[in-house]
């Protein structure tokens, strides 16, 4: 919030006693207003609250070839959805194509237990595995996310602004299933399976998360992956 102070002569002529006076009503008012938002909207004020140690790899394929700006604030979207329920995040950006062979890269080794595969397409395709019209997930490893639907879904009223934040919603959405099974559907939060534009709101609010309940799941899945 910016506090612009109109240069009126009546104000000028004032002492700097009462300028400073005025100031101080003034940040007084603006540290209010921060403290109301945050009792309003706590999961936006909220540390992070990731587990040192729970750390899940997402290797990414990229075959939509999306805007070069929304999947990178996308992946940061999705990872601190999963940071705040404990979980670290490392994207490893892998080749759609063909890739010269080279032991170092790490898309190219064997996948561990605690790694997953993030597909994002271009457009729906036909199967009876779809989730909702943003993506879809097959166990143990495999997430898919559609990028024009989440274009689409932020175009609805126009505001392309909001293309990352739905695709990043998405991709936590997709990898939850991973972690806590395709039958994990909520009324609520990230992974609820229906969103309408309240859910957008949110979104962007930053109150689309894992409930506590789903959050220990995942911790628990996390661990159990890792020591498997």
């Known amino acids: 919030m910016k506090i612009r102070l109109a240069k009126h002569p009546s104000v000028l002529r004032r002492s700097s006693g009462q300028r400073f006076s005025s100031l101080q009503l ?3 008012a603006v540290s209010v207003c921060i403290a109301v938002v945050g009792l309003s909207f706590p999961d936006m004020t ?5 587990v040192p140690g729970l750390t899940i790899t997402v290797h990414v394929y990229d075959y939509a070839q999306t805007s070069p700006t929304v ?6 979207q999705a990872g601190r ?5 404990g979980l670290n995040v490392v994207w490893l950006d892998c080749a759609t194509g063909p890739a010269i062979p080279d032991s170092k890269d790490p898309c190219q080794q064997a996948m561990a237990d605690e790694d997953v595969r993030l597909r994002i397409l271009t457009a729906p ?4 595995l779809q ?5 879809f997930a097959v166990a143990p490893a495999l997430a898919t996310v559609y990028y024009e639907s989440a274009l689409a879904l932020a175009k609805y009223d126009e505001r392309d602004f909001e293309a990352p934040v739905i695709l990043g919603c998405a991709i936590a959405h997709e990898i939850g299933h991973l972690l806590l099974g395709s039958n994990s559907h909520s009324v609520s939060g990230v992974m609820c399976a229906h969103w309408e534009r309240k859910h957008i709101r949110l979104a962007l609010m ?3 998360l ?13 661990r159990r992956r890792m020591t498997s």
């Open 210 to 222: 894992f409930s506590p309940a789903e959050a220990k799941l995942v911790q628990a899945e996390m």
């Open 26 to 28: 003034a940040i007084a």
């Open 46 to 50: 909220r540390a992070m609250t990731a």
């Open 131 to 135: 989730d909702t019209v943003l993506g």
């Open 71 to 76: 999947l990178p604030q996308a992946k940061r």
């Open 206 to 208: 930053g109150a689309m």
């Open 125 to 128: 395709v036909q199967n009876f």
């Open 81 to 85: 959805i999963f940071s705040e329920a």
